[in-house]
């Protein structure tokens, strides 16, 4: 089985550029270090939840902190602070997981009038989220108020009065904390759990209905209260509580909310895991994965900077909700219309090349293989086509990278060193010698080292130019890089698709362990595609 090297997934992520809220020019890079759920479980399962890493944020000359509320959109989280201050945060992730924090926006909330607001009166920040519309919405305390923006940037454009009831004769700290908007409704719920007293509003076109959420077991006795929630297009929201007790710490839950009203926990958060003050929750969906950030509240009380008993930090953790066993797999439709469905492209159209369609169990996938670029390489893979090699192996390994755009990965495929299908190992031909390169769709041969590709072949969603020729690099596996030598013109749908298979935890040995597709996608023919007269 050829693989691309460990080094070299690294080397891949580095070498792509940073998502474009690092690049802003008003963006700086906070002091940050990793962190673990629990200590030796890097991907650790607690009820529904897998843990995909996490991060801890230093105050810094910014004084982060005071994050009230989390909300996903165009690949950064967007937070309120309750000191009056919203922010943007830029993710670095390898494959799904979260690494580091590399970039970091900070401005001033302003009321209809452009002022600033005053940090505790007026500023208190608690709940953020986005509208279909495109509007932003955030709740705040002490002057209980629900204000719109068009731009979190500018001043306040209206106000949201539909809320207001929840919070009529609440006291100044326990107003609304929790908002979470999705096609044609809101869900909003207050800093409390009285069973007399109901805590949540869900608003919709045909009215408003008020309801109690009540705080799941093994955290209700500890004080638990909703505090930041993100829903699902159809309605299905998710719920975050938290708690802390002196002498035993902060807990936390979240918990899903059918529209019906119908809910289910999730998963428990509670000592001896790494744990902080979680009050931010963000969702982020992609084809056939779902994604939950979490995101604590210092209280501006941060250990590195208050010596004391009750100093918290700003940690932001980055949980996967696996698709239910029963739950199909997901299909080439639903990658349609993502950007993970577009093509590749073919850096020399102009230059000769054949074209090959796979068939598959997940539908058609058409390769413009470059004879006149990589001829040596591409004529390799012509020769298992033609030979019907192809026929009946599988697509069994798919693994996530990093990058700008997510998802992002590869998808490898082939005879596995099948000795009534494997031929003779080729000559490696490099990117530097045959200009193309490792984008978007690129196919290019699995290996252990330069010179040993035979009939494995990987193909790659997203950019991955780390995988190219570096004559500057020190590594002679780098120097070489992989052979690239032909671009998916049709059926990246497909590809998508094997990249979000569902996978054997404990299939695959080494750094490919977890990679192995459940069920690996069958190539049921390879044949080459007559050209059109």
Not at 368 to 385: D, I, K, Q, S
Not at 419 to 432: C, F, G, S, Y
């Amino acid at each position: 089985m050829r693989a691309p090297l460990a080094t070299g997934l690294a080397l891949a992520a580095l070498l792509l550029p940073a998502p474009l809220a690092a690049q802003a020019d008003d963006a700086f890079l906070p002091m940050t270090e990793t962190v673990a759920l629990a200590e030796g479980e890097p991907d650790v399962k607690v009820g529904e939840l897998v843990f995909r890493g996490g991060v801890e944020i230093a105050p810094d000359k910014a004084d982060i902190g005071g994050i009230s509320s989390l909300h996903w959109h165009e690949g950064a989280l967007f937070a309120v602070a309750d000191d009056g201050r919203w922010l943007e945060m830029s993710l670095s992730e390898v494959g799904i997981r979260l690494v580091d924090v590399n970039g970091v926006r900070l401005g001033p909330l302003r009321d209809a009038g452009g002022k600033t607001l005053d940090a505790k009166k007026r500023g208190d920040a608690e709940a953020l989220t986005r509208l279909p519309s495109g509007e932003w919405l955030v709740a705040f305390e002490q002057e209980h108020r629900i204000w719109r923006y068009a731009d979190l940037e500018g001043p306040a454009t209206g106000e949201e009065t539909r809320a207001a009831a929840l919070v009529a004769g609440a006291a100044a700290n326990a107003g609304i904390e929790t908002l979470a908007a999705y096609e044609g409704g809101l869900l909003a719920c207050g800093e409390w759990a009285d069973p007399a007293r109901p805590n949540c509003l869900r608003i919709t076109d045909a009215g408003s209905e008020s309801f109690h959420l009540a705080p799941p077991e093994g955290i209700a006795a500890s004080g638990g209260v909703p505090t930041d929630a993100a829903c699902k297009a159809e309605g299905t929201c998710f719920v975050l509580f938290r708690s802390f007790t002196p002498g035993q710490g902060n807990r936390a839950a979240v918990v899903e909310v059918d529209p019906d009203g119908t809910s289910r926990t999730l998963a428990l958060l509670a000592p001896p895991l790494r744990l902080d003050n979680f009050e931010g929750l963000a969702l982020r969906e992609e084809p056939g994965r779902t994604f939950l950030y979490l995101a604590s509240d210092d209280n501006f009380r941060n250990c590195e900077t208050v010596k004391r008993a009750d100093c918290q930090r700003t940690v932001v953790m980055k949980f996967e909700l696996p698709r239910p066993p029963e739950a199909a797999p997901p299909a080439p439709a639903e990658f349609a219309n993502a950007p993970t469905g577009r093509p590749g492209i073919r850096p020399f159209p102009e230059a000769a090349h054949v074209d090959v369609v796979l068939e598959t169990d997940l539908g058609r996938v058409t390769i413009a293989l470059e004879t006149e670029r990589a001829p040596v390489t591409a004529g390799n893979f012509l020769r298992y086509v033609d030979e019907k090699r192809f026929d009946g192996v599988t697509f069994y390994r798919a693994m996530e990278l990093g990058g700008e755009r997510q998802p992002s990965g590869l998808v490898q495929a082939g005879v596995i060193n099948d000795p009534k299908r494997v031929l003779p190992k080729i000559a490696h031909e490099p990117t530097t010698a045959t200009g193309l390169t490792h984008t978007h769709g690129a196919l290019s041969m699995a290996m252990l080292a330069p010179g040993d590709a035979d009939g494995d072949f990987f193909i790659l969603v997203e950019d991955q130019t780390g995988f190219n020729a570096d004559p500057a690099a020190t590594d002679p596996a780098w120097q070489a890089g992989y052979a690239a030598f032909g671009y998916v013109t049709e059926g990246m749908d497909v590809i998508a698709a094997i990249l979000a298979s569902p996978r054997d935890p404990q299939g695959g040995e080494g750094v490919m362990k977890g990679q192995m597709i459940d069920k690996p996608v069958k190539i049921r023919s390879a044949r080459r595609l007559e050209p059109k007269p």
